[in-house]
């Protein structure tokens, strides 16, 4: 497998260009609900769905926004293996073919989870990129293996993130988090009580969408093309008169 060999001039170079990047190619980024409060002393277990190409680069802004943690994400060997740069900004491989690869992949994240100062360490539990509707969201053993194998206690934190076109040239993505979750190996809640919460999480985030309840803005990006037509059109009534 591919370790993470996070460096800080990495992360002085990526993080700028991610914020240009993000206002580059969406209307508008938003928190939906509540921060919860994970403990801070703990390590926290970001779960989120995975439905866009983006969601790697999402999980990556809202640490820098909102949490600040030292940040590792679980990523397909196939893809590191092409871009080993993101080994430097905390990206490590699984290899969901090799078994053994798998179990290495899992025993390294136990020893990431248990790093100082407490981390954050973002899996996506579904193991793919699927569509957003797909239904169960069929979370994979590896949730449920960390859970079971962690020593001490850790912060688990369901997350929803949608990208959606909502009359805007770019899309808008949205997070909505669920309840924090401080377990251990003795009161893990089991994987089909994750995939529930995390479906039910996901319905709720739909609904706010539907309802045009975006939330608290994290970023606002550039003027999209619609944007831009009706500033014009806008000026050019307006200076008529």
């Known amino acids: 497998m591919i370790q993470a060999r996070p460096a800080r001039w990495a992360k002085h170079l990526f993080d700028p260009y991610l914020n240009r990047l ?3 190619h969406f209307h508008g980024i938003y928190l939906s609900g509540d921060l919860p409060g994970p403990d801070p002393a703990l390590p926290l277990l970001l779960a989120p769905n995975h439905s866009s190409w983006w ?6 802004f809202l640490n820098l926004r909102r949490f600040g943690r030292p940040f590792y994400v679980m990523m397909l060997e196939s893809e590191l293996s092409k871009y080993p740069f993101f080994s430097r900004l905390g990206a490590y491989s699984i290899d969901p073919g090799q078994p053994k690869s798998v179990v290495a992949s899992l025993q390294y994240t136990v020893k990431l989870l248990d790093r100082s100062p407490a981390p ?31 020593p001490g206690k850790v912060n688990i934190l369901p997350l929803a993130i949608r990208c959606e076109h909502l009359g ?23 994987i089909r009580a994750l995939e529930e919460m995390e479906e039910s999480l996901l319905h709720d985030l739909s609904l706010r969408i539907v309802n045009r ?12 093309l619609n944007r831009k037509v009706d500033l014009f059109f806008g000026k050019t009534t307006h200076d008529s008169k």
Do not use: T
């Open 120 to 150: 954050l360490v973002s899996i996506f539990p579904q193991g793919e990129l699927l569509p957003w509707g797909k239904r169960p969201l069929n979370f994979k053993r590896g949730i449920a293996w960390l859970g079971e194998h962690y």
């Open 22 to 24: 993000l206002k580059r």
């Open 55 to 60: 969601d790697g680069f999402l999980a990556y």
């Open 213 to 224: 309840e975006k939330g608290e803005p994290l970023l606002q990006g550039r003027l999209s």
């Open 168 to 190: 805007e040239q770019r899309p808008e993505a949205f997070f909505l988090f669920g309840k924090n979750l401080v377990c251990d190996s003795g009161n893990f809640p089991g």
